[in-house]
């Protein structure tokens, strides 16, 4: 239980710099270095569904990062963002 409010604590403090509130509406939370601050704060968590489904959205992310589609990509990276804080 503690491994998982320390993972949880420290995908909020990561997050909490590098994904602003309004980085769905306008694009620009959606780049390679905060792709890859997500991914390390993800890694920290402790294994399981919250985990999972965090890993899932950065790879949607990634996809549409490559895609071009900067507005789907910030929001799947703002959902792996709030995967671990909401469970």
């Known amino acids: 239980m503690k491994m998982k409010l320390f993972g ?6 990561a997050l909490g ?5 309004h980085a769905a509406k306008v694009g620009g939370g959606c780049s390679g270095s905060n792709l890859e601050k997500t991914e390390t704060a993800i890694e920290a ?3 399981g569904d919250a985990k999972f ?13 490559l895609s071009g589609k900067m507005g789907v990509c910030a929001v799947h990276l703002s959902k ?7 469970k």
Do not use: F, I, N, W
């Not at 949880?8 to 403090?13: G, I």
């Not at 710099?17 to 509130?21: N, V």
């Open 17 to 21: 710099t590098a994904l602003p509130a």
């Open 8 to 13: 949880v604590a420290v995908l909020a403090a």
């Open 45 to 47: 968590m402790a294994d």
């Open 80 to 86: 792996a963002a709030h995967v671990g804080v909401a």
């Open 53 to 65: 489904a965090a890993e899932k959205e950065v790879a949607l992310a990634q996809d549409a990062l």
